[in-house]
Structure formats: C-alpha cells, structure tokens
C-alpha cells in the first residue's frame, strides 16, 4: 500500500494550494480517506476527513470555509483544497486511509495507512 502525497510548497497568506494524494495498493473506493498535519513543535491533528461510504466531511473548525476535501474513485485519488492561507496553516500535511466510515475518522487510530508528508509554508 502507498500513498503518495503531492502539491506542498510555499505561499503568501491569502493564496492557495490544492495537495494530492494518489493511492495504490488498497480498494480505494471502499477506504475514507483524511488529511492530517503537523507544525514544528505541536501534535499532530485532523484537518479533514471524508467517508467512503456517503462521502460525509468533517472540517476542523480552523479551516470551514476554507478548505474543500475530495475524492476521485476513479483516479484513487484525494485532494485538498486550500484557500485563503495563513500563517497558521504552516505544517506538514499527510493523509492516511481508514477502513471505517463513521465519526470514528475523526481519531487518528482509525487511520491504517499513511503517507509521507507534503509540506506546507505560509508566509506573512
């Protein structure tokens, strides 16, 4: 199983990003899917996560209306789309694969496969 996350870099507050995560190895289609990220000295957390059974969205509070996570079945890929940038949202983001469908995505644990990590730099 690999996910391969892509699209990081570097950016001024107020622009956008759009991060990838292509998968192979698993049946995409019946996996939810989630981004995650961590910043220098800080835990990791969930940005977003997206069910694979009704493709229901959990959003943290920090980046609703922000950002917009997606998937494509077809491509067995994943996409995050970051407006409106901040300096805050300066981190590493991965995503990962979960079996399960339900508010369970919202841990960490749940997740069963990750990926490498794009990073994510917001300038002032």
């Known amino acids: 199983v690999q996910l391969q996350a892509s699209g990081g870099g570097s950016v001024q507050a107020g622009g956008s990003l759009r991060l990838s995560c292509a998968v192979s190895?698993?049946?995409?289609?019946?996996?939810?899917m989630g981004w995650f990220r961590q910043a220098p000295g800080k835990e990791r957390e969930l940005v977003t996560s997206?069910?694979?059974?009704?493709?229901?969205?959990y959003y943290q509070d920090s980046v609703k209306g922000r950002f917009t996570i997606s998937r494509d079945n077809a491509e067995n890929t994943m996409y995050l789309q970051m407006n409106s940038l901040k300096p805050e949202d300066t981190a590493r983001y991965y995503c990962?694969?979960?079996?399960?469908?339900?508010?369970?995505?919202?841990?960490?644990?749940?997740?069963?496969?990750w990926g490498q990590g794009t990073l994510v730099t917001v300038s002032s």
């Open positions: 990962a694969a979960s079996g399960y469908y339900g508010s369970e995505l919202q841990s960490q644990v749940a997740y069963d496969y």
């Open positions: 997206i069910s694979y059974r009704d493709r229901r969205r």
């Open positions: 190895g698993l049946r995409f289609s019946v996996y939810s």
